[in-house]
């Protein structure tokens, strides 16, 4: 999104509140972004707070007086990147799909060339009527990109289908619009998150992991084409958009969901935080406090790392180590142990990398002896140069 020229168009509906959250979003990534509004998203939200977030004046009248002021749609158009219409009212849907031109925003539209996204937002029985999805079909048709709407409780007091997607996944769908799709036709396997191994119904053996390195692998991975499929143990984070997530809990169910899949993967990353011992024995019932000292036997889980090394047929395998200590050392050993190839080593414990993180500094070790350590950044950003890594080297 760095330095893309993107076009925010607001159309008037309850959900243009969410339009600034999704603008502050695309700013934040680094897109230059100029904000379109109709007349009647102006009675929802002021231009002004459009304005102060973007850094540009609004666009809403097309005879608006003022230096190139009656050539503006043209200009905008033409250096655009990508625009995005969120919220998209019905009646903007039907002036797109029938080529009409009658205010500054649709002007703006019928003279834009960039790839389109569309996030419809309306009452459910407006969305399901045959008018708006014959529109929408004829946009599909012509290859403008339309998000499914959320389903829930409406303003309108209707419960259905209509509701704007969370402006994260609106972002989300725009920055996989611009990247380049040199990972098409491959499918990645991710897995993420912790396990939990139940000592009793209420307790249970974990790690802090919180899913976000493995999350932004699979969402970088389907921005670039690929089929994706995250397995992920229980944490805190949405359902990434586009991708088939599957949810476990213990270090068996996340083996036996990973070993289900692989067979049609071309790229497994396995960066869950797999507990290596789980309780001998699980009590059926909470355990009370009755004793000062209690001793917990536990045993040994499946390397489920070392079992996919063993089976992979023409598969590319990736690991990772999150480590305290002698980062290359151990690192390097799995990758050989492991039959991976290539591991990605991190030190964790700091503010800046590992677990609950929003960062990583971390070192990406090869199957031919050579390393490639990074400054630590966004885990998003370590995750494309992790995908360029496989593409390069690999693919």
Not at 211 to 216: C, I
Not at 301 to 312: C, R, V
């Given at each position: 999104?760095?330095?893309?020229?993107?076009?925010?168009?607001?159309?008037?509906?309850?959900?243009?509140?969410?339009?600034?959250?999704?603008?502050?979003?695309?700013?934040?990534?680094?897109?230059?972004?100029?904000?379109?509004?109709?007349?009647?998203?102006?009675?929802?939200?002021?231009?002004?707070?459009?304005?102060?977030?973007?850094?540009?004046?609004?666009?809403?009248?097309?005879?608006?007086t003022g230096q190139n002021?009656?050539?503006?749609?043209?200009?905008?158009?033409?250096?655009?990147?990508?625009?995005?219409?969120?919220?998209?009212?019905?009646?903007?849907?039907?002036?797109?799909?029938?080529?009409?031109?009658?205010?500054?925003?649709?002007?703006?539209?019928?003279?834009?060339?960039?790839?389109?996204?569309?996030?419809?937002?309306?009452?459910?029985?407006?969305?399901?009527?045959?008018?708006?999805?014959?529109?929408?079909?004829?946009?599909?048709?012509?290859?403008?990109?339309?998000?499914?709407?959320?389903?829930?409780?409406?303003?309108?007091?209707?419960s259905g289908p209509?509701?704007?997607?969370?402006?994260?996944?609106?972002?989300?769908?725009?920055?996989?619009?611009?990247?380049?799709?040199?990972?098409?036709?491959?499918?990645?396997?991710?897995?993420?998150?912790?396990?939990?191994?139940?000592?009793?119904?209420?307790?249970?053996?974990?790690?802090?992991?919180?899913?976000?390195?493995?999350?932004?692998?699979?969402?970088?991975?389907?921005?670039?084409?690929?089929?994706?499929?995250?397995?992920?143990?229980?944490?805190?984070?949405?359902?990434?958009?586009?991708?088939?997530?599957?949810?476990?809990?213990?270090?068996?169910?996340?083996?036996?969901?990973?070993?289900?899949?692989?067979?049609?993967?071309?790229?497994?990353?396995?960066?869950?935080?797999?507990?290596?011992?789980?309780?001998?024995?699980?009590?059926?019932?909470?355990?009370?406090?009755?004793?000062?000292?209690?001793?917990?036997?536990?045993?040994?889980?499946?390397?489920?790392?070392?079992?996919?090394?063993?089976?992979?047929?023409?598969?590319?395998?990736?690991?990772?180590?999150?480590?305290?200590?002698?980062?290359?050392?151990?690192?390097?050993?799995?990758?050989?142990?492991?039959?991976?190839?290539?591991?990605?080593?991190?030190?964790?414990?700091?503010?800046?990398?590992?677990?609950?993180?929003?960062?990583?500094?971390?070192?990406?070790?090869?199957?031919?002896?050579?390393?490639?350590?990074?400054?630590?950044?966004?885990?998003?950003?370590?995750?494309?140069?992790?995908?360029?890594?496989?593409?390069?080297?690999?693919?």
């Amino acid at each position: 999104m760095e330095n893309k020229n993107i076009v925010l168009c607001v159309c008037g509906g309850i959900a243009a509140y969410k339009s600034v959250e999704l603008l502050r979003l695309l700013v934040k990534q680094g897109a230059r972004v100029k904000v379109i509004m109709t007349q009647s998203a102006k009675k929802f939200i002021a231009p002004l707070t459009f304005e102060v977030i973007s850094g540009h004046s609004v666009y809403s009248d097309l005879f608006e007086t003022g230096q190139n002021a009656s050539i503006k749609h043209i200009d905008w158009a033409d250096k655009a990147d990508a625009v995005v219409v969120a919220p998209a009212t019905a009646n903007i849907i039907g002036k797109m799909a029938n080529g009409i031109a009658d205010d500054a925003m649709s002007t703006f539209i019928l003279a834009a060339k960039a790839p389109f996204l569309l996030a419809p937002s309306m009452n459910t029985f407006m969305y399901e009527s045959i008018p708006v999805q014959r529109n929408l079909d004829t946009l599909e048709n012509d290859g403008i990109i339309i998000m499914e709407p959320d389903a829930g409780e409406l303003a309108c007091g209707t419960s259905g289908p209509g509701r704007l997607p969370e402006p994260e996944h609106i972002a989300g769908r725009l920055k996989s619009l611009l990247t380049p799709k040199d990972l098409k036709g491959q499918t990645v396997l991710v897995t993420a998150g912790p396990t939990q191994e139940y000592i009793d119904p209420v307790r249970f053996i974990s790690n802090p992991s919180s899913g976000k390195m493995g999350f932004a692998i699979a969402k970088a991975a389907e921005q670039r084409g690929a089929q994706v499929i995250l397995i992920t143990g229980p944490v805190h984070l949405p359902d990434p958009h586009g991708i088939l997530t599957l949810k476990v809990k213990t270090a068996k169910e996340m083996g036996e969901t990973l070993f289900e899949h692989m067979t049609h993967s071309n790229i497994i990353i396995k960066t869950a935080a797999v507990s290596d011992y789980t309780p001998l024995d699980k009590s059926e019932q909470k355990i009370k406090k009755i004793k000062s000292e209690m001793l917990l036997p536990l045993k040994k889980n499946m390397d489920i790392l070392k079992k996919i090394g063993a089976q992979k047929k023409d598969q590319i395998l990736i690991g990772f180590a999150a480590e305290t200590e002698q980062l290359e050392k151990h690192a390097t050993g799995k990758l050989i142990k492991k039959n991976l190839d290539m591991i990605v080593g991190n030190i964790v414990g700091t503010e800046s990398s590992g677990f609950q993180s929003n960062t990583n500094e971390v070192t990406f070790f090869y199957k031919d002896g050579t390393k490639e350590p990074f400054e630590s950044m966004e885990k998003e950003a370590v995750a494309h140069i992790l995908l360029d890594r496989i593409i390069e080297k690999y693919l």
